[in-house]
């Protein structure tokens, strides 16, 4: 398989963590260099994405079983790398994700208590192997992420399980950053959103093409 000529990023983490602020100014900084740039999330990164989307955080899709809900991550993925990263990278930009492999193996894996192993064949077979080359992780105190996310808007159906899911996921991420430390950043997101941004550019930088 032909690697990609562009720049693979995911951003991961916990809610409330400032993924989202974190990209646009990574985004702002690529452009400003002259990189080609596209932001975008899992899921909702396509229009079958965002029903998809709809599907799993809709908090009041309580019947969704564990793993009914790895499949749905897992089928927005697939068609997002198909329809959306794969060409961009082939195209030589620079593709910043909201989310991406590291999420079905924190939330479903480590959260749910799935099996991390069966996590990343399932994510393996829906990606074409297609890994980031570099995963920005904002690290955070759950109570402190879920004090964040319930101020900006009511809670969505991850966000509102329980306080021993999210240490889960937490504690899956921090797991997986320690298996691929060359692939991973990990960031404490509670330090001021210009110093997680320096950090971010640095690690940028570093790895561009």
């Not at 068609?79 to 193996?105: C, F, M, N, Q, W």
């Not at 759950?142 to 399980?161: F, I, K, M, T, W």
């Amino acid at each position: 398989m032909t690697a990609p000529r562009g720049l693979f990023v995911a951003f991961e983490g916990g809610e409330g963590v400032g993924k989202s602020t974190q990209i646009t100014r990574a985004a702002a900084w690529l452009r400003a260099t002259g990189r080609e740039v596209l932001p975008t999330r899992e899921p909702g990164g396509t229009p079958l994405g965002e029903e998809l989307r709809r599907l799993v955080l809709d908090p009041d899709s309580h019947h969704v079983t564990p793993r009914a809900e790895a499949l749905l991550y897992a089928a927005d993925r697939a068609h997002h790398v198909d329809t959306v990263i794969r060409p961009a990278l082939e195209a030589g930009t620079v593709v910043l994700t909201d989310r991406y492999i590291d999420s079905t193996l924190a939330y479903q894996g480590a959260g749910r208590g799935l099996s991390v192993t069966e996590a990343r064949v399932i994510t393996a077979w829906a990606t074409d192997g297609l890994l980031p080359d570099l995963t920005v992780l904002l690290d955070l105190d759950p109570v402190v992420g879920l004090r964040r996310a319930g101020a900006r808007s009511s809670l969505d159906r991850l966000e509102a399980a329980s306080p021993a899911f999210h240490q889960a996921v937490r504690d899956g991420f921090l797991a997986l950053a320690q298996e691929a430390p060359d692939r991973y950043l990990v960031i404490d997101a509670q330090l001021d959103a210009d110093v997680i941004a320096a950090h971010v550019k640095d690690a940028l930088a570093a790895r561009l093409p």
